[in-house]
């Protein structure tokens, strides 16, 4: 199989059968978003204990790019600090599916669950922290992302 028949077959598994793919019922935070384009919807539901991400969960419906970058970011985020999750950029996402090259229509259905996840990481800040400026960068980057 050449790489692209790889990351194909990746997409095409995580899509019938994503990962941390659920509902978290007493999340810290959650966030909604979608890209009417394409018809996705996801959710992201996260546990933050001492300003760490100890579990993520999305849920909604997606095409397949969508539910596999869904799958990847959730399994990137999970365990890490507030901090790092902030730092992931989208070619953490495209590159573990091979997807950096992806046409610009596609691009939103790709980098949708990272804007959610932005989103939400502002959103518990917003919350919880009084760092108006940091939450603000994070609200911009997440506005910027594509
Ligand atoms: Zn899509």
Known sequence: ????????????????????????????????????LCGDSIDIDMKIDDDKVTDIKFHGKGCAIC?????????????????????????????????EHLQAVRIKCALLSLKVLKSALYTYLGNNMDEAQDRDKLKEEASNLY
């Open 1 to 36: 199989m050449s790489g692209a028949d790889i990351y194909h077959e990746m997409i095409v598994d995580y899509s019938r059968n994503p990962i941390n793919y659920g509902k978290i019922e007493n999340h810290d935070v959650t966030f909604h978003d979608s890209n009417p």
């Open 67 to 99: 539910m596999a970058c869904s799958s990847v970011l959730t399994e990137i985020t999970k365990g890490k600090s507030i901090e790092d999750a902030r730092k992931i950029e989208k070619n953490d996402v495209l590159g573990e599916l091979g997807l």
